[in-house]
């Protein structure tokens, strides 16, 4: 492989990693202020790819509209969830096992809903767009790459400036720091979480709808982006963004670089090898693994670094 | 930074507490403590680690929720109204251990002692006023208050204490871990905060500090109020002096609460 292909690559990561970030936010927040591992997340993504594809299909809705038309919509459907489920739930500093029962059944009952709605069968979401490709030098992208990129980027920025510059956004943050000085200054905690699970439903739903316009999907379709987000929030410290982000570039890399990188391996003589493509969803298992074995509180040997967060 | 003490028909008492009664699960913290704080003046509560003192002070703010007993705020009975309801009446707690947002701001930090709405408006002016109390967290206001020294960690404290106008300033043990310089200084600043017209109630474990400064004390052992009075009265009572103060021979406590004599 010659270095341009490499660069190819790299630039193939990254863009990979734009919408991986944005898939991998909608848990980090609802895990920063609630303490739960919304494995829910999974079947909004699934959600978010289909509420596209039917905008797209009755409507005509560009799927990247679809994908922003997808927010506030998912915001009010993450805050009606909360509303109708997650508040119940026995308020805690850590993960319960209550909170990923929940959030499990939650996920079943979201696929079967999808199977009984849509069938087993795999969809795609074809545009003009998806079809085309920019050639810069000896380099093709393919335009919809680009176009998803740059919207998760955009939301990411905007995710961030919310974080930061909005009473809410600073409610947020201070649950997540510390959330007895939070309650002492007179934040409302349940209405926090409500709206912050509303937002990361949000950005589920618009991560899937933009995921959906790079793969074909099932109603099953989240599992595999499920593990890959849970993988990019423990690279990344559970509660930060931009941890999220570097997260997300490590993963994006190491599985776009898995299969292209010769390794070596010792058979009779040292010899190099390339990892087969179908060994590929082996990579965020693996890192997941290694990263658990390193720090081996797992998630609660991050807690220590939440200062840095966001 | 309260409202001006005008209206006279106002009571001298800001804030009473009768036979407060507060368990944690199974364990009851307090027994029936009773003590009021007045207005205008500074009241402190001293007693041993364990005593119960910040748990009171939880209580008042809210965050504990008192079993048995009664609140009351100019009158009005507050112990079934939330944190953020207290805070709304002006109530600021400022907490053991300072209890700042590390990956905050300390401009962010004082701004979140407004969050309330109906504070949002004044959070220019009160930014204003906290930075010409304390200079230095002017200095640093986009520094993150993880970074701070203890000592700038507890004026940021006392200062989101201050953003939401309090008329009652709770403060929690403000000299702990601080260097003797400090100490001083951050007592020289709850009295200029006093006499600005915020009613304060402290909680020292630097008894002979926290009595110089105070009006009035209460003395506070396993859950229960012990002894009351004036600070020059109890300054001169025997068991205080010998449990709190260190003075004389006698039965010393478990916890001697401060190194310097008086």
Known sequence: ?310 | MAEPQTSTDRSATLLSAQNLEVSYGATQVLWGVTFSVARGKITCIIGANGAGKTTALNTVAGVLRAKRGQLLLNGDDITAISTRGRVKRHISLVPEGRQLWPGMSVEENLLMGCFLPQFRQRSQAGLARVYELFPRLKERRHQMAGTLSGGEQQMCAIGRGLMAEPQLLMLDEPSLGLAPKLVDEIFEFIVNIAQQGVTILLVGQNVNYTLQISHYGYVMETGRITLEGPTEMLMNNEFVRHAYLGVAEGPQTKEPQTKEPL
């Open chain 1, 1 to 310: 492989m010659d270095a341009v292909e490499y660069l190819d690559l790299l630039l193939k990561a990254l863009l990979l990693a734009g919408v991986y970030a944005a898939m991998a936010v909608g848990m980090t927040v609802i895990y920063g202020v609630m303490k739960i591992v919304n494995l829910a997340h999974a079947g909004f993504l699934m959600l978010g790819a289909y509420f596209a594809l039917e905008m797209f299909q009755r409507f005509h809705i560009d799927p990247i509209l679809g994908a922003v038309m997808a927010l506030p919509v998912f915001f009010l459907f993450g805050m009606l969830v909360h509303w109708i489920l997650v508040r119940w739930l026995p308020k805690s500093d850590t993960p319960t096992l209550a909170s990923l029962l929940l959030m499990f059944g939650f996920l079943l009952v979201l696929q079967n809903v999808g199977y009984l709605l849509w069938g087993t069968e795999d969809q795609s979401i074809l545009t003009p767009l998806t079809l085309s490709s920019v050639q810069i030098g000896e380099i093709s992208i393919a335009k919809v790459k680009l176009v998803v990129f740059v919207a998760a980027v955009v939301c990411m920025i905007v995710l961030q400036i919310v974080l930061h510059r909005s009473w809410f956004g600073r409610s947020m943050r201070a649950l997540i720091q510390n959330p007895y000085a939070a309650k002492i200054v007179g934040v409302d905690d349940q209405r926090t979480a409500r709206l912050t699970f509303g937002l990361g439903t949000a950005f589920a739903g618009f991560a899937g709808a933009l995921l959906g316009m790079l793969y074909s999907f099932s109603p099953d379709f989240g599992r595999p982006f499920l593990l890959r987000s849970f993988v990019i929030i423990v690279l990344g410290g559970l509660e930060s963004v931009s941890g999220v982000a570097l997260g997300a570039i490590v993963l994006a890399v190491l599985e776009t670089f898995s299969t292209a990188i010769p390794l070596p391996w010792y058979w009779h003589k040292w010899s190099f090898y390339y990892l087969p493509p179908s060994y590929q969803p082996v990579v965020p298992f693996a890192l997941l693994v290694l990263v658990l074995v390193i720090m081996p509180k797992g998630l609660a040997g991050l807690f220590n670094r939440k200062w840095k967060a966001a």
